[in-house]
């Protein structure tokens, strides 16, 4: 095949992808991806924002000001807000990351006003040493506009949570014109496994079909979850997640002690120091729940798969619970927010198959199934009013609503004109 064809290929999957994620990595082991920037680059069809990386972008303050003063070439109007703000942000930029993603939001917002905007940063490796532009880029993904969407170009496997991120269907790995499925990490040595970890649920780690209670305290098993969850971590990383409130010399101190005791419950050295960073020790094979759970996922959302619904069934079996639950951390939080969308998404696609089948209630039994991992989805509510109200149960449709009412009454939270334009329609 010649190379213009395999481009147009490889574009073509980009744009596809698009439609459905708001990040898009072009994976490092890509063949084509500076050829694929290049024609993404002079396409009219889609509005893009190119900003290279630089050796000085070391922090989120100069990687902001760096990526204004480039982008005044493509887009004058981009950057006048955040020009704008006070000197006092930039003066402690640290304590207003808020202010700046909230005007970088808007920034974007107005970009993205009459067609897509393609927000691409390229040798995003160069970042790899900056905690805070990594943390920027993760709260940005969730709170990007509709219209916008994230192309990176990295020559190694940038630092972020690419497993949550899938789950929630916010991000794509694309190597050259194909999706990656599976392994994201490269961490699975299948198909025997040394070391199986289960973190849908309560969290457990089986070493050689054993398993592991030997912890000494909860923070050695939690550190060993937090390296599992992206393909590289730094020191500071893990001393931000663990123990904000410590001084960086304590913190690191009670870090060394912790992975100690790791590796002394494991009886082996699971995370390892790779130059700056550290990894799980790519010489131990793994299982993780998640991974699969996530790889699962994606096979269920493959229209072109036969056995889809058996993908969905076999997604909700593996979630066994909420991620690490009994544990409240704020990383912890997150991921728990990310595993439990991937769990819900699988309950209501299967619930919309047994509605195509005719068989409303082994719908309903799954909506409220997913319900009881979240009350709040009105979409979930709004599914159960209507099949009550479709099978002739008008009654229970209002009785459901008047419950979820008072539900959200209770905890501060309101109703959406959409779900009470549907309880006045089943009461008229």
């Not at 897509?116 to 880029?137: G, N, P």
Request: charged fraction near 25%.
């Amino acid at each position: 095949m010649k190379i213009n064809d395999l481009i147009h290929k490889a574009y073509a999957a980009l744009l596809t992808e698009a439609q459905q994620n708001k990040v898009l990595l072009l994976h490092p082991h890509s063949r084509y991806r500076s050829m694929l920037l290049a024609r993404l680059l002079n396409e009219t069809s889609v509005n893009t924002l190119y900003y290279a990386m630089g050796p000085d972008d070391v922090d989120l303050k100069s990687f902001i000001q760096h990526l204004i003063h480039d982008a005044a070439s493509q887009h004058p109007t981009f950057g006048r807000h955040l020009n704008m703000l006070s000197p006092e942000v930039y003066a402690n930029f640290p304590a207003h990351v808020d202010t700046i993603l909230e005007t970088f939001i808007r920034e974007m917002n107005e970009l993205s006003s009459d067609k897509l905007l393609l927000l691409v940063l390229d040798e995003y490796d160069r970042s790899d040493e900056a905690d805070d532009i990594h943390r920027f880029i993760e709260t940005l993904v969730d709170n990007m506009p509709a219209g916008c969407r994230l192309v990176v170009n990295s020559r190694s496997l940038p630092r972020l949570p690419w497993i949550a991120m899938i789950a929630k269907r916010q991000a794509a790995m694309l190597l050259d014109d194909s999706l990656i499925t599976t392994d994201f990490y490269r961490n699975d040595k299948g198909p025997h496994y040394r070391l199986e970890v289960f973190a849908l649920g309560p969290g457990n780690v089986l070493l050689d079909s054993k398993t592991v209670d030997t912890w000494e305290g909860h923070l050695p098993r939690l550190l060993f979850f937090f390296a599992l969850d992206r393909p590289l971590i730094t020191r500071a990383e893990i001393c931000h997640a663990f123990w904000p409130d410590l001084e960086s010399d304590q913190a690191v101190n009670v870090f060394h002690v912790t992975k100690r005791r790791l590796h002394k419950a494991l009886g082996l050295d699971v995370l390892v120091h790779n130059e700056t960073h550290y990894q799980i020790n790519p010489e131990v094979s793994v299982y993780y729940d998640v991974m699969d759970f996530v790889e699962t996922l994606i096979r269920a959302r493959d229209e072109s798969n036969a056995e889809r619904f058996d993908a969905w069934q076999q997604a909700a079996k593996l979630y066994r619970g909420p991620f690490l639950q009994g544990h409240n951390e704020e990383w912890i939080d997150n991921r728990r927010v990310a595993f439990r969308s991937g769990y819900l998404e699988a309950l209501t696609e299967m619930a919309q198959v047994w509605i195509s089948r005719d068989r409303q209630e082994n719908a309903l039994k799954l909506y409220r199934q997913a319900l009881d991992e979240d009350f709040s989805r009105e979409e979930i509510h709004r599914g159960i009013m209507k099949l009550y109200n479709g099978l002739g149960r008008r009654s229970e449709a209002v009785a459901h609503y008047q419950q979820m009412e008072k539900n959200f009454h209770d905890r501060g939270l309101k109703v959406s004109s959409e779900t009470v334009t549907l309880y006045n329609d089943i009461m008229a």
